[in-house]
């Protein structure tokens, strides 16, 4: 695989999301407020930094980005 076929895995933990907003604001782009907790617009997309400073950002640690695989996370690091 190129690295311009390179795909992220995003996902929110609806356990963990407050809806505070942060991932939003931070790549409007990737995400939305739904009932006031934050959906992924999209499960699979290509690599944005905006996607890391969403998961860096998140106070909860509730935005998750990972490669397609599932085989290493990407943000927020462990």
Known sequence: MSATDEQ???HVDPTRCIG???CAGTAPRHFVLVDGLARPLAER???DDALVDAADSCPMEAVIVSEADGLRRIAPET
Request: charged share 10%.
């Open 20 to 22: 505070s907003g942060i």
């Open 8 to 10: 992220w895995r995003v």
């Open 45 to 47: 997309v290509a690599p």
